[in-house]
């Protein structure tokens, strides 16, 4: 009779566990994305059709990009405020070293990345070396961005990038059976959530995710909390440049393209159940959230809701995962108190830099 029981049991243990994934805060974004799109194909069913669906996934591709950096860095306890400016000037940097001539395509591109590459660097070592906190230090580098970007074009429009160039971002592989069309944008997507995904399990995303979660345990078990981080902005800027790349096909360019962008990462990461201030999320959810974002304006503007909402909304949800976060964080710091030791009642102290420590000191009763 146990035989024939333990089946069930296990099918009702694994139905418990699939419920319990779903009412999380990272499953419950899968939900809400579903009710959102359900939504808005009974205000608009051309919207289920299959050449309307897929062109909804290329509009979404560049933010759900951003939320994949944006998630690598909230992650890991740190924030990146500049990846709209980074996409800004992208864009300019595309529309003016390319111009008409199609050849120069592959050269600039090459440079783009490079250039992502610097700027995360940058913040990364700002952050991790000088101890200057990460809100500061990509605040700065958005202040700056910006302002060479306004220097460079003067507040207007300016270059215009050739059309080979610009078909990343609005064309695609045509005459495709049901859909017609498959945007590049799409399979962009689809190879940065499978690279993401695959730095999520590597031992390189384990110990970024063990860093945001208790950085002191870290520093202690020797992990290169420093080399990790401004890795993680360095992914962050990477995925603002590739989405500069697809706004330049159908946003032009212009200094205000990726205006706030970065406000709308941190939107649709907190949406997919990541928290602020480090150790929880998954890049998937992260992503589940930027389409669960622009699903809801979308909604939104079907239903004739003034778009000026969309801040407010925005707004809200940041306030909501903040509440969130401090009260998850308040529940990890008993949970450690707990486990202090039983004949200090502290943890242990390291006197180090902010980031990573030259040596560790443990404190005792002996002294």
Do not use: C
Request: aromatic share 8%; net charge positive.
């Amino acid at each position: 009779m146990s035989g024939l029981m333990s089946p069930r049991k296990t099918l009702l243990t694994r139905a418990l566990g699939s419920l319990r994934v779903l009412v999380s805060p990272r499953g419950a974004v899968f939900l809400l994305l579903a009710a959102l799109l359900v939504s808005i194909a009974i205000l608009n069913p051309n919207f289920a059709d299959p050449s309307q669906s897929i062109r909804f996934v290329q509009r979404v591709a560049p933010i759900a990009i951003i939320a994949i950096g944006q998630y690598f860095v909230i992650v890991s306890g740190e924030f990146d405020l500049s990846m709209g400016a980074v996409i800004a000037a992208q864009v300019v940097i595309a529309g003016n070293l390319i111009g008409d001539y199609e050849s120069r395509s592959i050269p600039v591109l090459f440079l783009m990345m490079a250039f992502g590459i610097v700027v995360g660097l940058v913040n990364g070592l700002v952050t991790t070396m000088l101890g200057v906190p990460s809100f500061i230090t990509t605040l700065g580098m958005m202040l700056a961005l910006i302002g060479g970007v306004y220097y460079v074009t003067g507040g207007s429009a300016s270059g215009n990038p050739a059309d080979g160039f610009r078909e990343i971002g609005r064309g695609g592989i045509r005459d495709v059976p049901v859909f017609d069309i498959i945007p590049w944008a799409v399979i962009v997507l689809i190879a940065a959530l499978a690279v993401a995904i695959w730095i999520s399990r590597s031992p390189f995303g384990k110990t970024l995710i063990a860093v945001g979660d208790n950085v002191t345990t870290q520093l202690y078990s020797g992990a290169q909390v420093r080399r990790v981080k401004t890795t993680a902005f360095i992914i962050s800027a990477l995925s603002s440049s590739v989405a500069g790349v697809l706004l330049v096909g159908y946003a032009g360019v212009h200094p205000s393209v990726g205006s706030g962008y970065e406000f709308i990462a941190i939107t649709a990461v907190v949406l997919g159940g990541v928290v602020l201030g480090g150790g929880r999320g998954w890049v998937v959810a992260a992503v589940a959230g930027a389409f669960t974002l622009e699903a809801l304006f979308t909604l939104l503007n079907f239903a004739n809701v003034p778009s000026t909402w969309r801040d407010t909304i925005q707004g809200a949800i940041i306030i909501l995962a903040v509440a969130y976060s401090a009260s998850n964080l308040t529940g990890r710091r008993k949970r450690r108190t707990s486990q202090t030791s039983p004949t200090t009642g502290k943890e242990p102290e390291f006197k180090s830099s902010p980031a990573e420590p030259a040596s560790h000191t443990h404190k005792t009763n002996g002294g």
